[in-house]
């Protein structure tokens, strides 16, 4: 057994290779809780060196609650105690990541920030583009025990509510179409998002990924990754829900059932589509 820690390790293989420095330039586009946190984390041991001032020039991390303040201070409203839509905290973020692949030196970069078709064009024949999906009634189900249960104040919303008063809720119904807003690109208002032209866009868009994994099949996304990038990922989870086990755990009412799969409805036609190009690259991969 190695004495030298798997960090470590990875920083003087990458060392020796300048790998960090002379690899693909990546952005990740990581939804909210769809297990992009251990993704993000193995992907950057791909960049990491014994340099780790380095670090900092060759990765990059969008960070969306700071994002969120800064917004507020520019266009007077509180958006962390829920004033203001997020059209602007998004948008901002496409600006955002446009700047960091502009810089230079950046190699990796990553964050919650929505795909838009005119800064793909621009970085597209520079950066590779990954992103992973999770079921929907799952990453639903996660948000909310997430935002219910947890223990700091960092962040825009608070839920003390049933998860059928939930799912009832405006807020609630948002989380059915987070992959159509992400993917399809920023609306003028929540009810474009909710509609045939934006879930066509939004499965249009998906398909310009270079690699799109499922949560639920890391093994294919670690394979995909080896086999476009040369990268291998060691995914350890970093987050657990701060709910209760007994919450988390407890079977859901039919009535339950019902609601969330009607309110992820949106969703679940653009995560039908990357399941679809997942299964269809494991019968090529198996095949050739």
Not at 93 to 112: C, D, F, K, N, Q
Request: proline residues 2%.
């Amino acid at each position: 057994m190695s004495l030298i820690p798997a960090s470590l390790f990875t920083r003087i293989r990458n060392s020796i290779t300048r790998r960090g420095s002379s690899g693909e330039k990546v952005f990740f586009m990581h939804l909210p809780k769809t297990g992009g946190t251990s993704i993000d984390a193995a992907l950057r041991a791909n960049y990491q060196s014994l340099n780790l001032r380095n670090d900092k020039i060759l990765m990059h991390r969008h960070d969306s609650i700071a994002a969120a303040k800064m917004v507020s201070v520019m266009h007077g409203y509180d958006y962390e105690r829920g004033e203001g839509d997020d059209s602007n905290v998004l948008r901002y973020g496409v600006e955002h990541l446009a700047y960091l692949m502009s810089l230079p030196r950046t190699r990796y970069i990553s964050g919650h920030m929505v795909f838009d078709k005119s800064m793909y064009d621009s970085f597209k024949n520079e950066f590779k583009f990954i992103t992973v999906l999770r079921d929907p009634v799952q990453r639903l189900l996660s948000f909310y025990y997430y935002i219910r249960y947890r223990n700091n104040n960092r962040g825009r919303f608070n839920i003390d509510t049933s998860l059928a008063e939930f799912l009832s809720s405006d807020l609630g119904k948002a989380q059915g179409f987070e992959y159509v807003k992400y993917y399809g690109g920023i609306k003028a208002n929540q009810e474009m998002y909710q509609t045939d032209e934006a879930v066509a866009s939004a499965i249009k868009n998906v398909d310009s990924f270079d690699v799109v994994g499922l949560l639920e099949n890391l093994g294919q996304l670690k394979s995909d990754i080896k086999r476009e990038f040369n990268m291998s990922l060691d995914i350890k989870y970093k987050k657990t829900s701060p709910a209760p086990k007994g919450s988390r755990e407890r079977e859901l009412s039919s009535e339950e059932r019902h609601m969330i799969k009607d309110v992820c409805k949106w969703d679940y036609q653009v995560y039908a589509h990357a399941r679809t190009m997942v299964q269809g690259r494991k019968v090529k991969s198996s095949c050739g």
